[in-house]
């Protein structure tokens, strides 16, 4: 949807499910539990970036150096320079797509 809208290239926020990462009946979330997860009402903002959608020509421009991918300054190094040569890009927050989850 977002790539139709013409973003080249974008980040979204995750959601953090508060509680840990057990279902309603206390057993560790699997993939059989996305229906509960996505329908949760006990979620959080959360301040980082996680996920990241850029087109190719953009990404091959990317330099990030010697930067340890772990690191908390990877995802702003990243962001600067993907929307440096992005011609549409864009931040999405937490709640506004409803995308991306971490338990």
Do not use: W
């Amino acid at each position: 949807k977002q790539i139709r809208a013409g973003y080249d290239n974008f980040q979204i926020n995750r959601q953090t499910v508060i509680g840990g990462n057990m279902n309603s009946k206390g057993d560790p979330y699997t993939v059989r539990d996305l229906d509960e997860i996505f329908a949760s009402q006990e979620l959080q903002l959360h301040p980082g970036t996680d996920c990241f959608v850029i087109r190719r020509n953009i990404f091959e421009k990317v330099d990030m150096g010697n930067i340890f991918l772990g690191t908390s300054h990877f995802a702003n190094m990243l962001q600067v320079q993907t929307s440096y040569f992005a011609e549409k890009a864009r931040k999405f927050g937490s709640f506004e797509l409803n995308a991306t989850y971490h338990l």
